[in-house]
């Protein structure tokens, strides 16, 4: 499947196209944030748990690298990689639980983590464009293929 590509005005419309994917969200889903700091990644996921519900605040975790969220949905793992050291340091924190086929991780920075995640059934690239950004949404796997369709 080629990639699909928005371009969201705002950041309004970076959390509106989250809720979009939450509203698509399929088990177990994992979704690549790629993106320069400030490029909208934290608000595509604070959108995505709007989407699902959540109405506390949504942070980036980028000095816990992991926030986790019980929705009504399932859990929720949002990791930021941006300061990991060591991609080794992420069996420290319990790694491989998260990804129990069940709960949805949205992560930033993954490429911090090269070699400790798995594949992911999403990468999603994020770019300033002007006032607004540019989003390509590319699936890589049947799930991520289904929440692309769903879109």
């Avoid at 992420?90 to 790694?95: A, K, Q, R, S, V």
């Avoid at 129990?100 to 690239?125: A, F, H, K, T």
């Avoid at 989003?135 to 049947?142: G, Q, V």
């Amino acid at each position: 499947m080629a990639g699909i590509e928005f371009h969201l005005d705002d950041a309004e419309a970076t959390e509106s196209l989250g809720r979009r994917l939450a509203a698509c969200q399929q088990p177990g889903l994992v979704m690549f944030l790629h993106g320069d700091l400030g490029a909208g990644k934290t608000t595509l996921v604070r959108g995505y748990l709007r989407g699902l519900g959540h109405q506390g605040p949504v942070k980036s975790p980028t000095y816990a690298l992991i926030e986790p969220y019980e929705t009504g949905q399932g859990n929720l793992y949002h990791l930021d990689l941006y300061r990991l050291a060591d991609p080794e340091e992420l069996e420290w924190i319990g790694l491989r639980d998260l990804f129990d086929g069940e709960s949805v991780c949205l992560i930033e920075w993954p490429q911090r983590g090269e070699g400790m995640l798995p594949e992911p059934d999403m990468n999603i690239y994020l770019s300033v464009e002007g006032q607004g950004r540019r989003l390509l949404l590319e699936a890589l796997s049947p799930r991520g293929e289904q929440v692309a369709h769903c879109l």
